[in-house]
């Protein structure tokens, strides 16, 4: 018993030895693991879309005039080597990549090389794109006029169009001058599907740029103050309106007056919707106490805004005036009263003013000197002195009828 104990002896010490060994192992293995994964310097990443900055465009903008116009949403892909721990830290906005144009003179599509600004610890293995293609000019402004058409419309009978207008009525158009010099016109096409256009209207039109043979320029790098425009399409029709007088004081009416125009009336152009409800035009005004006899004179035909003659109609016409059933006759008025500051002084040297009176046939005689007065008022004469005329409203009191003063009145007054 005793030998077959000690026989067993040297396999436990074998065993015990072992582990040791195989812990090393592990270790070592995961030490390899560690060092052949995490940091070894030969990992490789790829960064993918990568911005590409544009350098040195004060540049040539000062020394040339030059702009550029491509290259804002370029970008590569790029890899990279180095430890991974240290790659880790990184994102693709700690990759700079930049293409220099500061040494260009003219313009044109030109290709410049990429060069690559990378974190301490990493170099470059490759990147998707070495050049890059970018589009310099010299950038110009312009001002186009902006007109309008319209396409496949029908007029309705008895209307016709307008001049078409935009507003605004022109558009600045920016960008490179090898595209902009062919830039001629601006228009908008205003397509109405083949309807019926009876009455003006409104709408928006989107701009398009054509070259002078009419030929559309596309091109990306232009830019338009605005690309759309409001569309005004005036449509008019014609009518016939009766010409008549307003009266200044409203003594004029069919029962004492008659006034007459010649022509009666005129043809007119003006949009449909406000012609609709018109029928006549008045085109003068009268005063009716500046009217002292039955009188024929022109007055020039003057239409509200947004009607127009129409051509060969005149453009003036013969006013008649005939009143009705009314007689004049002159009153001595001696009621004359002047309003004037409490501190100016003056004298009234009228006594009298002989008033013309016109009424209707059947009070005229009923109006008396005690029916009017008449107020001067010298409160705007601070300035002056000694005689002076001044001018005096005349009021009539009779309530009997129409009855009214014709023409203009004054009184004479010394102010000290």
């Known amino acids: 018993m005793e030998q077959e104990r000690n026989a067993k002896k040297p396999s436990a010490v074998k065993r015990l030895n072992l582990i040791p060994r195989i812990v090393c192992f592990l270790f070592a293995f995961i030490m390899w693991i560690y060092v052949m994964v995490v940091d070894s310097p030969d990992y490789e990443q790829k960064f993918e879309s990568v911005p590409i900055t544009v350098t040195g465009t004060t540049v040539i903008e000062k020394n040339s005039s030059l702009s550029v116009f491509s290259g804002t949403d370029i970008s590569v892909d790029v890899t990279v080597k180095g430890q991974k721990s240290i790659i880790s830290r990184y994102s693709k906005d700690d990759i700079k990549v930049e293409a220099d144009v500061s040494g260009v003179t003219e313009g044109g599509r030109k290709t410049f090389a990429l060069t690559f600004d990378l974190p301490s610890g990493l170099s470059l293995v490759s990147s998707s794109a070495t050049t890059v293609d970018l589009f310099i000019d010299r950038k110009v402004t312009l001002d186009i006029d902006v007109k309008a058409k319209l396409s496949s419309y029908k007029v309705a009978t008895d209307f016709e169009l307008g001049q078409i207008t935009c507003d605004p009525s022109a558009i600045r158009v ?26 003006s209207f409104v709408t928006d039109g989107t701009v398009a740029l054509t070259d002078s043979d009419g030929n559309l320029i596309e091109n990306r790098y232009l830019k338009l103050s605005q690309n759309s425009v409001k569309v005004n399409v005036p ?13 200044k004081y409203g003594f004029f009416d069919t029962d004492n007056s008659k006034i007459t125009f010649d022509p009666p009336a005129v043809r007119v152009k003006g949009d449909p919707t406000k012609l609709a409800s018109v029928d006549s035009v008045s085109v003068t005004t009268l005063d009716e106490k500046m009217i002292t006899e039955d009188t024929t004179f022109l007055v020039d035909i003057v239409l509200p805004d947004g009607l127009t003659l129409a051509d060969g109609e005149p453009t003036a016409a013969k006013l008649s005036v005939k009143r009705i059933g009314m007689s004049k006759k002159s009153i001595s008025v001696k009621d004359i009263s002047v309003n004037a500051p409490e501190d100016m002084k003056y004298e009234l040297i009228t006594n009298a003013v002989a008033v013309t009176v016109i009424a209707d046939d059947d009070i005229i005689s009923d109006i008396k000197a005690t029916d009017i007065k008449l107020t001067a008022d010298i409160s705007n004469f601070g300035d002056s002195s000694g005689n002076v005329m001044v001018p005096a409203t005349v009021e009539i009191t009779y309530k009997g009828g129409t009855v009214y003063e014709l023409g203009e009145y ?5 102010i000290e």
Do not use: C, F, H
């Open 410 to 414: 004054s009184i004479q007054v010394i």
């Open 235 to 247: 449509v008019y029709t014609y009518k016939e309106l009766t010409l008549t007088a307003a009266t």
């Open 174 to 199: 920016e960008g490179p001058y090898s595209v902009l010099r062919d830039v001629k016109y601006a228009y908008v096409d205003v397509g109405m599907n083949d309807s019926y256009i009876s009455e």
